[in-house]
């Protein structure tokens, strides 16, 4: 019997199909979601770049306005707040996500 170029090439992807399911490693909890400590991490981040952001601001109009430290604390304080908002909004789309894989979930079973 001569195998024809189509039962050869059903036969070739066959074999490329379950190697390439053999190649992929299994998906580990840590590559779908980001650990405790990442957020936490990225949460202290935001909140010390909103800070710096707010000292520089105000630093900056200090010494060019020479108006003493006045303008740094309100930037220093405007930059702390900006600062906990992004905290809040990154923690609400934490939550959000969580909430949506958690209803996945409950919609599978």
Known sequence: MAETDEDRMRALEAR???AKSRAEPPR???DEHYSQAQLA???VIELVAGV???FG???GLDWLLNTGPWLMIVFLMLGFIAG???MVRS???VQ???EVREKGTEDGN
């Open 52 to 54: 710096a952001i707010g």
């Open 57 to 59: 601001i105000g630093y």
């Open 28 to 30: 580990k909890h840590m």
């Open 41 to 43: 991490w990225r949460m």
């Open 84 to 86: 906990v908002k992004t």
């Open 16 to 18: 490329s199909a379950a």
């Open 96 to 98: 959000e996500a969580a």
């Open 91 to 93: 923690a609400k789309e």
